[in-house]
């Protein structure tokens, strides 16, 4: 739905805003962890910064979170890859660079869960209709879209994070072979998330799981409620 007042206009760019802080922490924890490890390139220290406007790219950050979204309902996306150079610092350091972006992924969940627990529990946000307030409408896209970013990005598929923590395991020849599979990789996770959502019913491939979005927002709701009344025990 287009907005059609400022106020629905000023509402959409908060979530823009927060959508995209998701995908500076997830990168930006990429690219810190890898110069801490001995990447020491000055690419890969520009990339360390919260600056969203730094990890943008054009499809995965642009493109891709508004198919996804008109297609299953779902915010599917990602940033500008940080190009680690896994040679300089080696397969294991590189299966650490990659459980940084999953982990900064949660850890920005949970700030965002502890700022909306700490709105409802302080009184700013009223408890009985904070799922319909303006904090809520912004910070929720972004909370879902972490917590699944998180998720999805723990799968064990190139390009995901995940491929770079089981490909430490792997000698040098599999590790290579593995990696070079990223395109397909790319196919698969879209496909998979198709079939989760539903979307491939209709070609004979089951009913998928569409409610596990309907349960992780259960659960981040459960979790914000729990923290409105650990702030509202204290305040």
């Known amino acids: 739905m287009i907005p059609q007042t400022t106020h629905e206009w000023l509402l959409l760019l908060g979530v823009v805003g927060v959508v995209l802080m998701t995908n500076a922490c997830h990168e930006a924890a990429h690219a810190l962890t890898a110069f801490a490890l001995g990447d020491r390139r000055a690419e890969v220290f520009r990339r360390a910064t919260l600056n969203p406007l730094r990890h943008i790219h054009w499809f995965l950050t642009i493109v891709l979170p508004l198919l996804s979204y008109l297609l299953m309902g779902w915010l599917l996306g990602g940033a ?3 190009m680690v ?6 397969p294991w350091r590189m299966a650490l660079v990659a459980l940084a972006g999953p982990v900064a992924n949660f850890l920005f969940a949970g700030f965002v869960i502890a ?13 009985a209709t904070a799922i319909s307030s303006d904090a809520w409408k912004v910070l929720k896209p972004g909370l879902y879209f972490s917590v699944l970013l998180g998720l999805l990005n723990l799968l064990p598929l190139p390009p995901l994070d995940g491929s770079r923590m089981l490909g430490a395991l792997l000698p040098e020849s599999v590790r290579r072979v593995w990696y070079a599979l990223a395109p397909a990789g790319i196919i698969c996770v879209f ?3 198709m079939w989760i959502s539903g979307q491939l019913a209709g070609f004979g491939l089951g009913r998928g799981y569409p409610e596990i979005y309907g349960h992780i927002a259960v659960l981040v709701e459960d979790q914000v409620f729990a923290m409105a009344a650990f702030w509202r ?3």
């Open 80 to 82: 500008k890859p940080v």
């Open 85 to 90: 150079d896994a040679g300089r610092i080696g």
């Open 115 to 127: 700022v909306l627990g700490a709105l409802i529990g302080g009184g700013v946000v009223d408890s």
């Open 191 to 193: 496909a998979l998330t």
């Open 233 to 235: 025990s204290i305040l």
